[in-house]
């Protein structure tokens, strides 16, 4: 028998003995294959050994699942006959051909008209969601209907909790904000107000902007991203602990028992913190105005009532149900979407909030043409 040739790669021996015998000596384990470009190295070695060899593992001094991935890869996931090995290395490629590892799909060539699937692809999805809120929809319309016949058997207490969590706990925020703004709004106008001399009409001005317009979409915003997002992550654990699986085999409605009463508590908080954040930001806009152009708050009081109208504070009111009901159902909706999963968790409360502030500016603007059309 001539003499082995010895191949010395990166810490891998390969001796082979007449083009039939691969012996393999050294450490096979994540220590030594962790280090720089041994991986590569070895992987290289073992493809130069003919595919009539025999492998003779007995003279590796450690061996585990990191090693033996590698060359089980090598051998295209399957021993070859005539292998010899120690017993623990025979039990862990044992392991390995009980479990075996996918290979890597290869990368798709990016398409010129991905774009266009990427457009459909959402369209499809966003299809599917208003399909969705539809039936929800359809099915608060019921629900009402079967509230209204039978009002004692409403969830009275449910809908009382939900009102204090979503309008109560909500007006320290949005009278902060709306003070703010009110502030910001009153002092940026006064400014160019005080440029021509018109000083006086900052009351028009800001009572109609905050009253019709910045008021409700204001605390429209704030609830959506206070409560909107709460309502749906409720509802999101409730289905990762299995919750309402367990309400569908009681046979209790999620429409009853979950969505009827955070739309009904939401339409009825969302006008009442309207009004609350106009009020705030009237008060900042107040005492910006005699802080900027020296208008005392008595006067403003006294011109206020002739600038905003009865008819600005309805249109208020009106949008602000409108986006309480929308702001309900949409996180409803989405948090009945959730999968059992804490990922799907956080995806779907992301999705409803920016669902429900989309929604809430599209809303308005349809109320802004519809109300110009009635000269309102």
Same mark, same amino acid.
């Given at each position: 028998?001539?003499?082995?040739?010895?191949? %010395?790669?990166?810490?891998?021996?390969?001796?082979?003995?007449?083009?039939?015998?691969?012996?393999?000596?050294?450490?096979?384990?994540?220590?030594?294959?962790?280090?720089?470009?041994?991986?590569?190295?070895?992987?290289?070695?073992?493809?130069?050994?003919?595919?009539?060899?025999?492998?003779?593992?007995?003279?590796?001094?450690?061996?585990?699942?990191?090693?033996?991935?590698?060359?089980?890869?090598?051998?295209?996931?399957?021993?070859?006959?005539?292998?010899?090995?120690?017993?623990?290395?025979?039990?862990?490629?044992? *392991? /390995?051909?009980?479990?075996?590892?996918?290979?890597?799909?290869?990368?798709?060539?990016?398409?010129?008209?991905?774009?266009?699937?990427?457009?459909?692809?959402?369209?499809?999805?966003?299809? %599917?969601?208003?399909?969705?809120?539809?039936?929800?929809?359809?099915?608060?319309?019921? %629900?009402?209907?079967?509230?209204?016949?039978?009002?004692?058997?409403?969830?009275?207490?449910?809908?009382?909790?939900?009102?204090?969590?979503?309008?109560?706990?909500? =007006?320290? @925020?949005?009278?902060?904000?709306?003070?703010?703004?009110?502030?910001? =709004?009153?002092?940026?106008?006064?400014?160019?107000?005080? *440029?021509?001399?018109?000083?006086?009409?900052?009351?028009?001005?800001?009572?109609?902007?905050?009253?019709?317009?910045?008021?409700? *979409?204001?605390?429209?915003?704030?609830?959506?991203?206070?409560?909107?997002?709460?309502?749906?992550?409720?509802?999101?654990?409730?289905?990762?602990?299995?919750?309402?699986?367990?309400?569908?085999?009681?046979? @209790?409605?999620?429409?009853?028992?979950?969505?009827?009463?955070?739309?009904?508590?939401?339409?009825?908080?969302?006008?009442?913190?309207?009004?609350?954040?106009?009020?705030?930001?009237?008060?900042?806009?107040?005492?910006?105005?005699?802080?900027? /152009?020296?208008?005392?708050?008595?006067?403003?009081?006294?011109?206020?009532?002739?600038?905003?109208?009865?008819? %600005?504070?309805? @249109?208020?009111?009106?949008?602000? *149900?409108?986006?309480?009901?929308?702001?309900?159902?949409?996180?409803?909706?989405?948090?009945?979407?959730?999968?059992?999963?804490?990922?799907?968790?956080?995806?779907?409360?992301?999705?409803?909030?920016?669902?429900? @502030?989309?929604?809430?500016?599209?809303?308005?603007?349809?109320?802004?043409?519809?109300?110009?059309?009635?000269?309102?």
């Amino acid at each position: 028998m001539p003499d082995p040739v010895s191949v %010395n790669s990166a810490a891998l021996q390969t001796v082979v003995s007449d083009g039939a015998i691969c012996r393999l000596l050294g450490d096979w384990n994540v220590q030594q294959l962790s280090m720089r470009g041994v991986v590569l190295a070895r992987r290289q070695a073992l493809a130069q050994v003919k595919s009539t060899a025999r492998w003779d593992l007995s003279g590796i001094q450690t061996l585990d699942a990191v090693g033996a991935q590698l060359l089980w890869q090598a051998w295209g996931q399957c021993i070859p006959p005539g292998t010899v090995l120690t017993p623990s290395q025979q039990a862990l490629l044992d *392991v /390995l051909a009980q479990h075996p590892i996918d290979a890597a799909p290869a990368p798709q060539a990016l398409q010129w008209y991905g774009w266009i699937i990427a457009i459909g692809h959402g369209c499809y999805v966003a299809a %599917n969601h208003g399909r969705e809120l539809l039936l929800l929809l359809g099915g608060l319309v019921v %629900n009402l209907g079967q509230l209204l016949a039978r009002p004692s058997r409403g969830p009275w207490r449910e809908i009382s909790a939900q009102i204090f969590r979503v309008g109560a706990q909500a =007006l320290g @925020i949005t009278a902060l904000v709306g003070f703010l703004i009110g502030i910001v =709004l009153s002092y940026l106008s006064a400014q160019q107000l005080a *440029v021509f001399g018109a000083g006086q009409f900052i009351v028009k001005l800001l009572g109609v902007a905050t009253v019709r317009e910045l008021g409700p *979409v204001l605390a429209a915003i704030l609830v959506a991203g206070r409560s909107g997002s709460s309502i749906t992550a409720q509802i999101g654990v409730m289905r990762v602990t299995q919750e309402l699986d367990a309400m569908q085999v009681m046979g @209790i409605s999620h429409g009853q028992r979950l969505i009827m009463p955070r739309v009904i508590a939401l339409a009825i908080a969302m006008p009442l913190l309207v009004l609350w954040t106009d009020a705030i930001a009237l008060l900042g806009g107040m005492l910006a105005a005699k802080w900027q /152009l020296g208008l005392s708050m008595t006067w403003f009081f006294d011109r206020l009532p002739d600038a905003i109208g009865l008819t %600005n504070y309805w @249109i208020s009111v009106i949008k602000g *149900v409108t986006f309480g009901g929308w702001i309900a159902l949409a996180a409803c909706h989405f948090g009945l979407q959730i999968e059992p999963n804490t990922e799907s968790l956080g995806r779907g409360t992301t999705a409803s909030v920016v669902t429900s @502030i989309t929604g809430v500016i599209l809303i308005d603007a349809l109320y802004a043409i519809l109300f110009n059309e009635m000269n309102l």
